[in-house]
T-cell receptor, first 112, second 115 residues
Framework: EAQVTQNPRYLITVTGKKLTVTCSQN?????MSWYRQDPGLGLRQIYY???????DKGDVPEGYKVSRKEKRNFPLILESPSPNQTSLYFC???????????FGEGSRLTVL | AQSVTQLGSHVSVSEGALVLLRCNYS??????LFWYVQYPNQGLQLLLK??????LVKGINGFEAEFKKSETSFHLTKPSAHMSDAAEYFC?????????????FGTGTRLQVTL
């Protein structure tokens, strides 16, 4: 089954404790992206990747890091989480950069 | 830069009534336009998209949208609402050049369907 898998789905952590949200897709997509969803703000892009070893900032990259060492994986790293990073995070992938995005089910992160 | 405006953060309709969700965009180049739907506790999934060609686009679950260049709009409609249509709907625009372009999403419209 074609899918984008994110883990963990739910996480509560404390300020400053490094965490990684993993994302994996099994569709051989070149393009992958991370979004955060906040009430009233819709989805905002954090980082995206056009292919292996090619990443770029989105609209709200501050406080986040990403890497793309393999085509299928695109982890999101929060080196020192802060409460304003409490949000619902989505990973998405696409065969074509402006085509249909396939989304994971989301990761709800709470930073205390 | 491109942008999307969705008028109305919440829309309520009766079951069987017409659904109309509004989306206006701005783009300096011919846009690619999308509607995504998000059901509770799920990720987004594509409802329909416009790239080129026919301006009336049909999607899944009986939804359709019409690209109107003169009005810079891409409103989503469904003739008869069903309870299962209750969800959040996002309009998105892309410049479609394929070179580091990316989707810009609207802030979403939550559709409530009442009996």
């Amino acid at each position: 089954e074609a899918q984008v898998t994110q883990n963990p789905r739910y996480l509560i952590t404390v300020t400053g404790k490094k965490l990684t949200v993993t994302c994996s897709q099994n569709m051989n997509h070149e393009y992958m992206s991370w979004y955060r969803q906040d009430p009233g703000l819709g989805l905002r892009q954090i980082y995206y990747s056009m292919n292996v070893e090619v990443t770029d900032k989105g609209d709200v990259p501050e406080g986040y890091k990403v890497s793309r060492k393999e085509k299928r994986n695109f982890p999101l790293i929060l080196e020192s989480p802060s409460p304003n990073q409490t949000s619902l995070y989505f990973c998405a992938s696409s065969l074509w950069v402006s085509g249909e995005l396939f989304f994971g089910e989301g990761s709800r992160l709470t930073v205390l | 830069a491109q942008s999307v405006t969705q008028l109305g953060s919440h829309v309520s309709v009766s079951e069987g009534a017409l659904v109309l969700l509004r989306c206006n965009y701005s783009s300096s180049v011919p846009p690619y336009l999308f509607w995504y739907v998000q059901y509770p506790n799920q990720g987004l999934q594509l409802l329909l998209k416009y790239t080129t060609g026919a301006t009336l686009v049909k999607g899944i679950n009986g939804f359709e949208a019409e690209f109107k260049k003169s009005e810079t709009s891409f409103h989503l409609t469904k003739p008869s609402a069903h309870m299962s249509d209750a969800a959040e709907y996002f309009c998105a625009v892309s410049d479609g050049t394929g070179t580091a372009s990316k989707l810009t999403f609207g802030t979403g419209t939550r559709l409530q369907v009442t009996l």
